[in-house]
């Protein structure tokens, strides 16, 4: 099974910050990455498809690079509604979540 | 609109089986690269994906859970269905069902989970 590894598990930062999250998957995934918002007592939201794709909907201050195993979401300026949970996902061989990063007010 | 929603019991007692339902609108499986993903999350923890049912019906198990798990589609009243056979208190969670539109794409419509408490 492949494995997903985030980094960090918390960020601290504050409005306006440019942030990225680093995602790397045990094994290459080519671009078959998907990444999620989360709020608490809410379903996920799907923000970036096949690495770097935004969904649409999606502002475009979230970007999303990489291939094969390392993976990046970039949120230029964060804004006071991006404070949540993200998530990355493969879906090169079944479907794995990577353990989510807490971006919260710092 | 898609919309998809979650249904099934509140609370189920150990080895019980649980059987979840996803009705869902605005698609259907007749659109080639559509499947629909059950995905949980236990209170505090990450999101865990559990099975995955194909347009072309094929079907797909999380390696941890396969022995318990069992999908299944009903295309005339737009649902799928999942079992999870002897249930644990480990296993509750909070448990979503979302829609992929195709091959490439993400899970880009979810429904609003349905929370599941095992206990006896």
């Known amino acids: 099974d492949i494995q997903m590894t985030q980094s960090p598990s918390t960020l601290s930062a504050s409005v306006g910050d440019r942030v990225t999250i680093t995602c790397r998957a045990s094994?290459?995934?080519?671009?078959?990455l998907a990444w999620y918002q989360q709020k608490p007592g809410k379903a996920p939201r799907l923000l970036i498809y096949?690495?770097?794709s935004l969904q649409s909907g999606v502002p475009s201050r979230f970007s999303g690079s990489g291939s094969g195993t390392e993976f990046t979401l970039t949120i230029s300026s964060l804004q006071p509604d991006d404070f949540a949970t993200y998530y990355c996902?493969?879906?090169?061989?079944?479907?794995?979540f990577g353990q989510g990063t807490r971006v919260e007010i710092k | 609109q898609v919309t998809l929603r979650e249904s099934g019991p509140a609370l189920v007692k150990p080895t019980q089986t649980l059987t979840l339902t996803c009705t869902f609108s605005?698609?259907?499986?007749?659109?080639?690269?559509?499947?629909v993903i059950w995905v949980r999350q236990p209170p505090g923890k990450a999101l865990e994906w559990l099975a995955v049912?194909?347009?072309?019906?094929?079907?797909h198990y999380s390696t941890s859970l396969k022995t318990r798990l069992t999908i299944s589609k009903d295309t005339s009243k737009n649902q799928v269905v999942l079992t999870m056979t002897n249930m644990d208190p480990v296993d509750t969670a909070t448990y979503y069902c979302?829609?992929?539109?195709?091959?490439?794409?993400?899970?880009?419509?979810w429904g609003q989970g349905i929370m599941v408490t095992v206990s006896s």
């Open positions: 979302a829609r992929r539109l195709g091959l490439l794409d993400g899970f880009d419509i």
């Open positions: 605005g698609f259907s499986f007749s659109t080639n690269g559509v499947c």
């Open positions: 049912i194909d347009w072309d019906d094929d079907k």
């Open positions: 094994q290459s995934i080519s671009s078959w």
């Open positions: 096949k690495a770097s």
């Open positions: 996902q493969q879906y090169n061989s079944d479907w794995t």
